[in-house]
T-cell receptor, first 112, second 114 residues
Framework: DTAVSQTPKYLVTQMGNDKSIKCEQNLGHDTMYWYKQDSKKFLKIMFSYNNKELIINETVPNRFSPKSPDKAHLNLHINSLELGDSAVYFC???????????FGPGTRLLVL | AQSVTQLGSHVSVSEGALVLLRCNYSSSVPPYLFWYVQYPNQGLQLLLKYTSAATLVKGINGFEAEFKKSETSFHLTKPSAHMSDAAEYFCAVTPQGGSEKLVFGKGTKLTVNP
C-alpha cells in the first residue's frame, strides 16, 4: 500500500545509454514532480505535472523527457546518459499546489 | 523568487540535548514553509508545515517550528534529542497562491551522540 512508488530503486548503466524511471502514486493526487538530489544532498525540482499537463520545466537538458500517461503515473526518460546524471531521483505528488508533497523512496542512478 | 538558507550543514548534539536547526527564507510574497526529514537511503517525509495559521507549528516526533516574519526565520526545534532523530533535515519554501514550485535549502545533517 505504498503511497508513492518508484522503479527501479537502483540503476547502474553505461554512459550513452537510454534509461527510464517510473513513478506511481495511489493517493489520488493531481500533481506529480521529479526532483534530482546530487551527491551533496541538494534537492532541485526538475518537472511538475498537473493532471497530465506539464506545469514546471526547470532548466533541464533536453535529454530528460517526462511522460505522464495518466494522473497516477509520471515517468522520466533519459537519453544519452552522462556521468553528471548520477544522482538520486525522487518522485513526489500532492493534492494541489502548496499542499504537502509526498515523496517516493528514490531511484539511485549511477552512470559509469 | 524564493530561497532558503539553512545555517550549518552539520549539527551535532548529545542525546537528550536541545535540537535547533536554523532556516531563513527569502520570499517576495507571503510564504508557506516546510520542514522535511530524510533518513539514510530513504525519501523525504514531512515533519511540519506553516501555512499562515498559527505561527508556532507542531509536527511529528516532538519537533516544532516557529514562523517569525520579522526575522524571516522558521527554525526547527526539539527539546530532547533521540538517537533516532539522526537524519538530514530540509527546509523548503513555496509562495502562497503562486506556482507550485517548492524550493529547498541545502539541508542540515543532524548527528546525535550517545
Amino acid at each position: 500500500d505504498t503511497a508513492v512508488s518508484q522503479t527501479p530503486k537502483y540503476l547502474v548503466t553505461q554512459m550513452g545509454n537510454d534509461k527510464s524511471i517510473k513513478c506511481e502514486q495511489n493517493l489520488g493526487h493531481d500533481t506529480m514532480y521529479w526532483y534530482k538530489q546530487d551527491s551533496k544532498k541538494f534537492l532541485k525540482i526538475m518537472f511538475s505535472y498537473n493532471n497530465k499537463e506539464l506545469i514546471i520545466n526547470e532548466t533541464v537538458p533536453n535529454r530528460f523527457s517526462p511522460k505522464s500517461p495518466d494522473k497516477a503515473h509520471l515517468n522520466l526518460h533519459i537519453n544519452s546518459l552522462e556521468l553528471g546524471d548520477s544522482a538520486v531521483y525522487f518522485c513526489a505528488s500532492c493534492r494541489q499546489a502548496q499542499e504537502t508533497q509526498y515523496f517516493g523512496p528514490g531511484t539511485r542512478l549511477l552512470v559509469l | 523568487a524564493q530561497s532558503v538558507t539553512q545555517l550549518g550543514s552539520h549539527v551535532s548534539v548529545s542525546e537528550g540535548a536541545l535540537v535547533l536547526l536554523r532556516c531563513n527564507y527569502s520570499s517576495s510574497v507571503p510564504p508557506y514553509l516546510f520542514w522535511y526529514v530524510q533518513y539514510p537511503n530513504q525519501g523525504l517525509q514531512l515533519l511540519l508545515k506553516y501555512t499562515s495559521a498559527a505561527t508556532l507549528v507542531k509536527g511529528i516526533n516532538g519537533f516544532e517550528a516557529e514562523f517569525k516574519k520579522s526575522e524571516t526565520s522558521f527554525h526547527l526545534t526539539k527539546p530532547s534529542a533521540h538517537m533516532s532523530d539522526a537524519a538530514e533535515y530540509f527546509c523548503a519554501v513555496t509562495p502562497q497562491g503562486g506556482s507550485e514550485k517548492l524550493v529547498f535549502g541545502k539541508g542540515t545533517k543532524l548527528t546525535v551522540n550517545p
